[in-house]
């Protein structure tokens, strides 16, 4: 009798596996030499600043922070943001030197949304952005 570790992947028999492993169930238990510390799991290292990570995903999300600053908010023009989202969030902040406030910042967003043409069957007659 035995199960496949969750860590390493073995076949480990039942015996490898301590009382509080085994009960957590197939697909969730660890073989002794994983919880011991004597698996290594598999790392993901950076290209650009050598970190390594523990999975493919924490590294992607790390990714973000070597894009270029090359999206331009669209109310003041300023470039200095990552993606389109956190220009939208430097709008929404009300920090924007363009914008001079929250209140004026989501007016700039409803001019700006209004004068995509995509933007309009989304748009009502008056803003609706509020705290």
Request: net charge positive; charged share 25%.
């Amino acid at each position: 009798m035995g199960r496949y570790c969750s860590d390493c992947g073995d076949w480990c028999s039942n015996s490898m596996f301590s009382g509080n492993q085994w009960r957590k169930g197939d697909g969730y238990s660890r073989c002794k030499d994983c919880v011991s510390g004597g698996y290594q799991h598999q790392s993901y290292q950076c290209g650009e600043c050598y970190r390594e990570f523990d999975s493919q995903n924490e590294l992607n999300m790390h990714m973000q922070v070597h894009r270029p600053r090359n999206v331009a908010c669209p109310v003041c023009g300023e470039r200095r943001f990552r993606s389109g989202a956190n220009a939208v969030q430097h709008v929404e902040s009300g920090y924007c030197s363009g914008c001079r406030g929250r209140d004026n910042a989501r007016r700039q967003i409803y001019d700006f949304a209004r004068s995509r043409r995509g933007m309009q069957p989304f748009l009502s007659g008056t803003p609706l952005l509020t705290n």
